[in-house]
């Protein structure tokens, strides 16, 4: 029987968990999971980072019996960041599985009223190697996750999804909650990084359009190629 916890996402996960980052691959780097997209996050992945310190999850994967099978095999979870609201999936079965530290940008903490989170404002240390940084503008509490392997990498979330040639972008939609914000923490993500401490991206979302990777390399002069003054005045996709 499944623990009292376990309370089933909408769907099954159909696929396994893909390893994106290892050690093999990139020397220094702890092993990096993407999540099949999940129904409950519309379509968002989310990304287990397995620490010898205690793992680290990025937002909620779909909470079935194949991936908490997966999780216990891999000790676990000991955070899971949120890095909008639309990631929250199923925060709380997760936490009552694992009992892990959930952490969320203060202003969308209270979307969890029944979960113990930790709170921060403009940007958290969560170890040396790992950083949340507020990138509200998508929603008023989206956040990356920077981790500072591999030449560093940053799970952007919503914040800055693919384009069809997979690229990173910003992305208007009708539910933005504040465009104008959401360009200005693009370029603070600029001004805080650099061609030697930003090489990949691993989104939260259409990361199909990435056909077949989880990560965009070269990411920070990728994303110093936009025109964000065109994109303050780009109209919203529907």
């Not at 050690?23 to 620490?51: H, Q, W």
């Not at 979870?77 to 925060?91: A, D, P, Q």
């Not at 199909?208 to 190629?225: E, P, T, V």
């Amino acid at each position: 029987m499944p623990p009292e916890s376990f309370v089933p996402s909408q769907s099954r996960t159909s696929k396994p968990p893909r390893l994106v980052f290892s050690e093999e691959t990139c020397p220094g780097a702890a092993p990096v999971f993407a999540f099949p997209p999940n129904r409950d996050t519309l379509g968002g992945t989310s990304y287990l980072i397995v620490e010898k310190d205690g793992n680290l999850m990025i937002d909620s994967p779909a909470w079935d019996e194949n991936t908490r099978s997966f999780l216990d095999s891999q000790g676990g979870v000991s955070k899971l960041v949120i890095t909008h609201r639309g990631g929250m999936g199923k925060v709380r079965e997760i936490q009552e599985a694992f009992g892990c530290d959930v952490i969320v940008q203060e202003q969308e903490a209270y979307l969890l009223p029944n979960v113990s989170v930790t709170g921060f404002q403009d940007s958290l240390e969560i170890t040396p190697n790992f950083r949340v940084i507020w990138t509200s503008g998508h929603s008023p509490g989206s956040a990356c996750v920077y981790y500072s392997a591999c030449g560093g990498i940053l799970f952007s979330g919503r914040h800055l999804i693919p384009n069809s040639q997979g690229d990173p972008v910003p992305l208007r939609t009708a539910k933005t909650f504040h465009w104008t914000r959401q360009i200005r923490h693009v370029r603070k993500l600029l001004e805080m990084f650099s061609p030697e401490t930003l090489q990949f991206i691993c989104p939260g979302a259409s990361s199909g359009l990435l056909r077949g990777k989880f990560a965009i390399d070269q990411a920070y002069s990728k994303l110093a190629q936009l025109d964000l003054e065109a994109c303050l005045k780009s109209e919203p996709l529907l």
